[in-house]
């Protein structure tokens, strides 16, 4: 079993900083690729920031140059730094893993992020 547990979200105005952590526990491999999508009201959920334990990382367009993941591989936790936030960004932030020789996908429950005046 996996688990993933967020934190970190909440309301901000325009233009502010928010940080997201999330925990991983359980049957944790090494080789893995940790990271985030969101789902805002409406929408399908989309990618935002993923990175591999080697350092790999891909981020979506939309969020390039404003946010940036990181992780601590020690501890299997995985952090993504929310700046210059705009109301578009207002989603439910999840947390996801995937690893070898595991075929599912594991996510948390997810994290509210609120941009707004």
């Known amino acids: 079993q996996v688990q993933l547990v967020e934190s970190g979200g909440g309301l901000v105005q325009p233009g502010g900083s928010l940080r997201l952590s999330c925990a991983a526990s359980?049957?944790?491999?090494?080789?893995?690729?940790m990271g985030w999508y969101r789902q805002a009201p409406g929408s399908q959920r989309e990618l935002v920031a993923v990175?591999?334990?080697?350092?790999?990382?891909t981020y979506a367009d939309s969020v390039k140059g404003r946010f940036t993941i990181s992780r601590d591989n020690r501890k299997f936790t995985v952090y993504l730094q929310l700046n210059s936030l705009q109301p578009e960004d207002t989603a439910v932030y999840y947390c996801?893993?995937?690893?070898?020789?595991?075929?599912?996908?594991?996510w948390g429950r997810g994290t509210q992020v609120t941009v707004s005046s």
């Open positions: 990175q591999s334990n080697d350092g790999a990382t």
């Open positions: 359980g049957r944790i491999f090494s080789t893995n690729t």
């Open positions: 996801s893993l995937t690893q070898v020789s595991d075929p599912n996908s594991h």
